[in-house]
DNA sequence: GCGGAAGAACTTACACCGTAAGCCTAAGGT
DNA sequence: ACCTTAGGCTTACGGTGTAAGTTCTTCCGC
């Protein structure tokens, strides 16, 4: 090393104006949740460790559990930051302004943003466990329950037809969106190519009709699918609405 | 100790036609990955480790090895063998007999037993990546697909019609199922009890409608409306079918 | 019976993980 | 000038998956 260069002369960086690099941002918690949902964004979450993301904030691990209780908690928060977001998206409503469905359908489309926006993220919000049973994913707040529920309420639906709505609201896109988001991680997934030579040893294969829709298996519909299947799912909650 | 009454008298069981307990299963791999389902079922996922599944078996961590190539593909097998079971399964039926309704709802019937029978383990199912994009859960071998399309097709459907009737039900039977059995799971969770005296630090609480829909919210309807979402199901299946 | 080969388990070792407990330094109030 | 306190660092412990090497057991050809 000649005379180390890699130390900052943090006197030096004062007198320049610079803010030394320590202690400036005294590593708030929101800020330590954030990385940890860029991490898994960009990474995913297995590599997700306390050690490593302490390396990303420029601090040792030890540091964040004076903002954050543990791991554990660390990724409910993680739920926690990406159900805020989608707070602050301006097409969803806190009530209905031109009817129900209109109402569900920006609910419906503010959750697949967010799903696709975070694919490997998102899987936290479904199998991270719920504090309440009937708080069910990925509606994982019971803000959220409440909007939906008074949205509904507000427009004639009777308290069962809510619920029942809500549910069958929640599973759909549970569903839906888990499904669609795999499939965006399959594409990311580890590349997992052959090496010369390498022969991938295959067991017998004879599933013919797999085999010739191979294409129509593969097409990403799911963009049409989900519009169709939301609307589906709407009219089933009307008939419920009806019904009650 | 008296005499040592743990210690079992290998010649004296030898003699008494009894096998040496040592050796005599030579710790195949079925016998693996079931005591690892039975671990989840009982302990749950995150118990489960290599040194654990050892002990189990009375064999230390490393000897798994030999038959397993690693955790990871530990857990890939007990997918497989859950799936594998649903094979066994009388009510299932390899191709349509009373028409593809009756076909598809004892195919869903039988899933959601299988998911019912292990709530601890089929979020496995579901959340383990896939080796193809439409492979998708829970359906999650070739040989289903192969079934579920071959099945459609045979009663009249095109193959875009058996495609889309597949995206359908697998995202149906994922969304269902998952909320399911997670409230199951939810029942048997850390009990967190308060201590004496130890007050839970509530964040003020103003949600009069979660309030007062609690008790309808927490019913359980699982069974009924699976049985309803997945007769609309069918008939949404049946629209694809005429159309196409 | 015996030597050797092969199989199946055990032992050791390493890097990494979450986190409990304590220490050190620097800023701010008195 | 002192003390408090915040905010980070260091160390340490038990646990994890697993690579590599070792030891024991069993069986087969002679």
Redesign the interface.
């Known amino acids: 090393m000649s005379r180390g260069d890699d130390i900052v002369d943090a006197d030096a960086d004062a007198v320049a104006g610079k803010e030394p690099p320590s202690a400036r941002l005294p590593l708030d918690r929101d800020r330590i949740v954030a990385a940890a949902l860029g991490f898994i964004d960009e990474f995913g979450l297995p590599g997700l460790s306390m050690r490593r993301l302490g390396g990303i904030l420029g601090v040792e691990a030890m540091s964040l559990y004076r903002y954050v209780p543990g791991r554990e908690n660390l990724l409910d928060a993680v739920v926690e930051s990406i159900l805020e977001e989608m707070r602050l998206d301006e097409e969803l409503l806190d009530e209905p302004r031109d009817g129900w469905q209109d109402f569900l359908q920006r609910m419906a489309h503010g959750i697949r943003r967010i799903a696709l926006a975070h694919p490997q993220a998102f ?1 936290l919000v ?2 991270r ?2 504090e ?3 708080l ?2 990925p509606l994982r707040s ?2 959220w ?2 909007t939906f ?2 949205g509904l ?1 507000s427009e004639g639906f009777s ?2 037809a ?3 709505a ?3 609201f ?7 969106l ?2 669609e988001v ?2 965006h ?3 990311v ?1 580890p590349l997992d190519v052959l090496e010369d030579g390498e022969q991938r040893n295959e067991k017998p294969w004879d ?4 085999d ?3 294409g ?3 097409q990403d519909h799911a963009a049409i ?1 989900f519009e169709e ?1 939301l609307e ?1 799912l709407l009219n ?1 909650i009307a008939l419920i609405n009806a019904e009650s």
């Open positions: 899987p479904a199998s466990p719920v309440a049973p009937w069910r994913p019971v803000r329950v409440e529920l008074n309420i308290d069962d809510a619920v029942g809500y549910r069958g929640t599973s759909f896109l549970l569903g839906h888990l499904l795999s499939t991680g399959a594409d997934g599933y013919p009709t797999v010739r829709l191979q129509a298996l593969s699918e299947a589906d089933r």
